[in-house]
């Protein structure tokens, strides 16, 4: 379940998604299982050969893409999700979802 989006934020993403970019979205989260992570970034793009390349600059394996559904995604959990957030200039989703002292 997503928590703490805007429709017009989702929208943009989307947007962006099915425009070929690499498009990034941080929302709070809950998965039972992944009790300690608190939050999820999605890095989608409808380009799935893009998104997979944009993943392998970060270790992310092609077949981890989520394309079940109408936009295709990475899921970011973690240190990996700070981490790449923090390398893309994505500070502010860091702050907003105060990451460093949750996750």
């Known amino acids: 379940m997503a928590f703490?989006?805007?429709?017009q934020e989702l929208n943009e993403?989307?947007?962006?998604?099915?425009?070929g970019e690499i498009?990034?979205?941080?929302h709070y989260w809950?998965?039972?299982r992944f009790p300690d992570c608190h939050t999820v970034?999605?890095?989608?793009?409808i380009n799935l050969e893009k998104l997979a390349m944009w993943g392998r600059k970060y270790g992310l394996k092609p077949?981890?893409?989520?394309?079940?559904?109408?936009?295709?995604?990475y899921d970011l959990l973690g240190e990996k999700q700070i981490n790449i957030l923090n390398h893309e200039g994505y500070a502010d989703h860091i702050e907003r979802f105060n990451l460093k002292n949750k996750e």
């Open 13 to 19: 993403w989307k947007r962006k998604v099915l425009d």
């Open 4 to 7: 703490g989006l805007k429709r």
């Open 63 to 73: 077949e981890w893409i989520d394309s079940r559904e109408d936009y295709p995604h």
């Open 41 to 45: 970034t999605k890095v989608g793009c």
């Open 23 to 26: 498009a990034f979205i941080t």
């Open 30 to 32: 809950y998965d039972p």
